[in-house]
T-cell receptor
Framework: SQQGEEDPQALSIQEGENATMNCSYK?????LQWYRQNSGRGLVHLIL?????REKHSGRLRVTLDTSKKSSSLLITASRAADTASYFC???????????FGKGITLSVRP | NAGVTQTPKFQVLKTGQSMTLQCAQD?????MSWYRQDPGMGLRLIHY???????DQGEVPNGYNVSRSTTEDFPLRLLSAAPSQTSVYFC?????????????FGQGTRLTVV
């Protein structure tokens, strides 16, 4: 069963706007990761946040983690048409290396 | 800089046939795994390996076998293909879970069972 549940399932925004995607999970984690998948391609790692971190930045990406609420958010600022893709959160428990993925969010950025 | 290489990219099988999906990585990663991706289901873990000679089951292992004789290779075998195994299969690798580093994915194998 999926550990992470992303919200919303689909998001459509205008180029230049910010995109916020949320992920909730059920059990304790060691880290949480976000991945991007372009249509017909494999997944590409975006950012990893550890359970003892609250916020992390990477370029136009900002991820937050609230372990008390078992939730994370991914913010993409100043979105571009090239950001159109599916985004997945994945949780790692640290015990045996397994990553558990959510069902993903489809982001469409209109030019 | 190959990363994770999966072959073939596309495959059509008849019900009952067997085949092996190949996965190779050149990053000396200890951890390798196989996922299947179905519409609306996200990625589900089939089997994984934490090192050569060690494999374990994931969430949906039935109908699949794996082995890990070398660090580089992690083939996935379909024993007797069924239409329910129509899916896109992804292989991934990473350093050991102790470091919890990012996973690198192959480009996928799109399998259709008729």
């Amino acid at each position: 069963s999926q550990q992470g549940e992303e919200d919303p399932q689909a998001l459509s925004i205008q180029e230049g706007e910010n995109a916020t995607m949320n992920c909730s999970y059920k059990t304790s984690i060691n880290n949480l990761q976000w991945y991007r998948q372009n249509s017909g391609r494999g997944l590409v790692h975006l950012i990893l946040i550890r359970s003892n971190e609250r916020e992390k930045h990477s370029g136009r990406l900002r991820v937050t983690l609230d372990t008390s609420k078992k939730s994370s958010s991914l913010l993409i600022t100043a979105s571009r048409a090239a950001d159109t893709a599916s985004y997945f959160c994945a949780t790692g428990d640290g015990a045996n290396s397994k990553l558990t993925f959510g069902k993903g969010i489809t982001l469409s950025v209109r030019p | 800089n190959a990363g994770v290489t999966q072959t073939p990219k596309f495959q059509v099988l008849k019900t009952g046939q067997s085949m092996t999906l190949q996965c190779a990585q050149d990053m000396n990663h200890e951890y390798m795994s196989w996922y299947r991706q179905d519409p609306g289901m996200g990625l589900r873990l089939i089997h994984y390996s934490v090192g050569a000679g060690i494999t374990d089951q994931g969430e949906v292992p039935n109908g699949y076998n794996v082995s890990r004789s070398t660090t580089e290779d992690f083939p996935l075998r379909l024993l007797s293909a069924a239409p329910s195994q129509t899916s896109v299969y992804f292989c991934a690798s990473s350093y050991s879970g102790v470091r919890n580093t990012e996973a690198f994915f192959g480009q996928g194998t799109r399998l259709t069972v008729v």
